[in-house]
């Protein structure tokens, strides 16, 4: 009977093993990272609040007198330190890689500030862009107010690049070293540029020039020479609507970007699609076929385009922009081509029945063969004077013989 407790107490033993094992495995889960905090020159920051987050969880902690937190995180766990204090800043949270007992050092700067003032020949330039860069990274952007003035905000203390810009001045850049709250003035120029405008027709193998088009480019109006070319000056930094246009062409519209210097800008403009169809005949026997020619704007065949005789397709141009339609029916007939959208003018063709005489037809003159007489139809007493010529003529031959 002693041996069922004795069984008991091993159970026992083992359950406890088992229990403080488990109990071990999970703290062998974290680890302690020692997070050292100091400024630029070394020195160590207290009262830093450090809010530590990695995948499904997070702690906090603050550093004390020396610098130093000590915070528990998954070990090989990725874990990410955001650092809050009332005189220092950090643009971006110091990441653990891999946690593991270990010491790490986050450094933060002095919170500083920059307030721009800028300014042209006339006074503060409001609406201005304004970009502060650190290290190639965007820290701050935004415009100048109505009194040519941009405030940063809250920023690390540090060497930065500052850009303004506006169209119609000249973009400035310049360094800046930011530690504490600045101010600094920057100036702006204006300017203009020039811009060659080419106009050229691209309908062409080698696009040809298109002499007196109409350039828009702004406020800058002017007409391009034989070689299709204008020069407008445009402030600078400036995006101005270019506009092309020219009678028979279609007009061009497009943002153009102008920038600091010289520039060249290319426009192709096309004359306006259209159709020009002739017919080779007015009129026509009918049942016969009428000879159709269509042409393009450039004065070059249009193949493949429809065809229609009194608004029912009869046919297709061919690729010399031909076409022969039979007209069947007498009558005044209307025939016309269209191409992708583009309808041409229309063309009128009379259609005369085959025994039917046409008024400006012209008689066709007749031989008279040796031997015979052809009888012409005289007007009134016409064969009386002939009659009393021939007598008169009889009498005088007559008068002759006798001598």
Known sequence: ????????????????????????AQSADRVTVTVTVHDQAGNPVSDARLD??????ST??????????????????RATVQVTHSRYVRDGGYVITDASERDVEVRVYRKSSVQLEVRDDDGPVADASVLVERGGLD?????????????????????????????????????????????????LT?????????V????FDSPRPVNRATVELGDATGQTNRSGAVSLDQPVNTQPTLRVTKSGYRTVTREASVGAERSNV????????????????ERIVAGERVVLTATNAYGDPVPAATVTLDGERVGTTDGEGEVAVRVADPGTHTLSVADDGVQSNEVTVEAISADTDTPDATPTATTTAPGETTTTESGPGFSALVALVSTLAGVAAVRVVRR
């Open 1 to 24: 009977m002693r041996l069922v407790p004795e069984v008991m107490c091993i159970a026992l033993v083992l359950s406890l093993v088992v229990a403080t094992g488990g109990v071990g």
């Open 52 to 57: 530590v987050t990695w995948d499904g969880g």
């Open 60 to 77: 906090t902690a603050t550093t004390a007198a020396n610098g130093k937190a000590f915070v528990d995180v998954p070990e090989g766990a």
């Open 139 to 187: 820290v701050a952007t935004g415009t100048t107010d109505s009194d040519g003035v941009f405030e940063s905000g809250t920023l690390q203390a540090g060497n930065y690049q500052i850009t303004v810009s506006k169209p119609g001045y000249y973009t400035r850049q310049k360094p800046l070293e930011i530690d504490g709250d600045i101010t600094n003035r920057v100036a």
């Open 190 to 198: 204006r300017g203009s540029t020039s811009v060659n405008v080419t």
């Open 200 to 203: 050229t027709d691209p309908y």
């Open 266 to 281: 290319s426009v192709g403009l096309s004359r306006n699609r259209t159709i020009t169809l002739e017919s080779a005949n």
